[in-house]
């Protein structure tokens, strides 16, 4: 990620310019219309804005554990003079129980987008966990990024991914899909629709019953 002028605190992420709109597109079908949707590992803030900007009747929660992607979400946020979205909040997934404002309202989402194969396995488990413990009743729990099927890779280009990201750190690694719905399954959210996106990446949907 990179930002600009020296007091431009906002990142620009080029890949966000490749992925929004067809993540966008899968969410208009899956999100119900009303309720508050929170956003894990926001990075530099560009996916909840534009989400926010097009679903202006749903309420926007980014956050992150970075300070400095926080100062990019708050500038993103205030630049975009939209009204629908939260301050973003420090947030680890990995915490125990996720504080999150006393207004946020009806959980009716939870989005993660490029975190789980960049970041250890401890991360999946946390969103996991957290989602099931604070989504309302049929609330979604959205994932984005490559995934593993039945323990294989599906493109050779994710392989090359999966190699690099295990060499700057072993922990990290694309995830095996079984692995994700197994454990997501021990917490009571179900796999409701596995969408298939450009560059091999996928939008897994998990359900809360
Ligand atoms: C690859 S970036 C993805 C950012 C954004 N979702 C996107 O797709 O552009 C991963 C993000 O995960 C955040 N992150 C890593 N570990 C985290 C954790 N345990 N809890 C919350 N966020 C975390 C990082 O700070 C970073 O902003």
Known sequence: MANSEPDDVRFRAPAVGRNRDPILEVLRDVLPRSGTVLELAS?????????????????WLPSDIDPEA???????????GLSNIHLPISLDVTSDEWKLPDDTGDLIGV??????HIAPWGACEGLIRGSASRLSANGILYLYGPFKRSG??????NQSFDEMLRRHDPEWGVRDL??????????????????????????VILRQP
């Open 178 to 203: 079984d692995s994700v719905i197994e454990y997501a399954g021990h917490y009571g959210l179900n796999l409701d629709q596995v969408v298939e996106m450009p560059s091999n990446n996928l939008s």
């Open 43 to 59: 990075g530099s803030g560009e996916h909840i804005i534009h989400f926010a900007e097009d679903m202006p009747d749903l309420t």
């Open 111 to 116: 989005l993660a987008i490029n975190l789980i």
């Open 152 to 157: 294989r890779h599906t493109a050779a280009s």
């Open 70 to 80: 926080l100062g990019s979400i708050k500038a993103w946020r205030a630049h975009s």
